[in-house]
């Protein structure tokens, strides 16, 4: 059994054109089992990176990427920040290389962040105008404050007590 190559000699738009207008090289080799099929394998890896291609634009890695990557990196940190305040004095022991609980950072500096953090998710969530992604920000944020309600309300009246009965 032989495997034949076909080449063309001059140049066509068409297999057609091709085949009409010049004539063809045929070189003949010996087929073998364990000869690699060069363009199976070629074929297979531009299917695949067609495929992956296909996805990611399928996927809109601009919105993936901007219009829900930053809202939720800005809830992260006010997630964190909530969870460092929350838990203050067991971070002392636990974790006091924490910047809350090391002093790095002031308890009045972690709400601010906090704070700021939250207001700027929810703020982008609405300039994109995207409710469901307003809905998850808020759902997030809901959370966190359940998960650590009871601390969350003496952070609060602490808080309120440093802004406003220190001269």
Request: hydrophobic fraction near 45%.
């Amino acid at each position: 059994m032989l495997n034949q190559h076909y080449k063309c000699t001059a140049e066509g738009s068409t297999y057609q054109d091709c085949n009409e207008q010049c004539d063809a090289k045929v070189t003949s080799k010996p087929y073998s089992d364990s000869e690699p099929d060069v363009s199976y394998a070629k074929r297979t890896l531009n299917f695949i990176k067609k495929l992956l291609g296909a996805f990611f634009m399928f996927t809109s890695p601009y919105a993936i990427l901007t219009q829900v990557a930053i809202p939720y990196f800005f809830i992260a940190v006010f997630l964190a920040g909530m969870n460092q305040l929350t838990d203050l004095e067991i971070d002392k022991i636990n974790k006091p290389y924490l910047p809350l609980a090391s002093g790095q950072i002031s308890f009045t500096t972690g709400v601010i962040i906090a704070a700021s953090s939250l207001a700027l998710s929810l703020w982008l969530g609405w300039v994109m105008g995207s409710w469901p992604l307003i809905v998850g920000l808020l759902w997030c944020c809901g959370l966190s404050i359940a998960y650590s309600i009871n601390t969350s309300l003496k952070v609060t009246m602490k808080l309120i007590d440093r802004l406003y009965w220190r001269p």
